[in-house]
């Protein structure tokens, strides 16, 4: 039996950041074979990803999956790739 990616995985979809409950940033988007991938990423200026705005719309650096190669900045709470 194959396992069928939900509908919602078969849509089209922009990549987009999340919040977790305990405020990290949650990157989502669909990555190799169709299906959702949710990434929670560390918070820390020396390694890793911070808010770098007060409202929490914009993630610093870049953010890059090595399976899909899907790259990009979260920018005033919208996905630019690059």
Known sequence: ??????????????????RSEDGHPVFVHICAEGRERRTTLPQSHERGWWWSDEEQNTLMPSIHCGSCNTHGWWQEGKWESV
Request: proline residues 17%.
């Open 1 to 18: 039996m194959t396992e069928q990616p939900s509908e919602a995985a078969t849509e089209p979809s922009v990549p987009r950041v999340e």
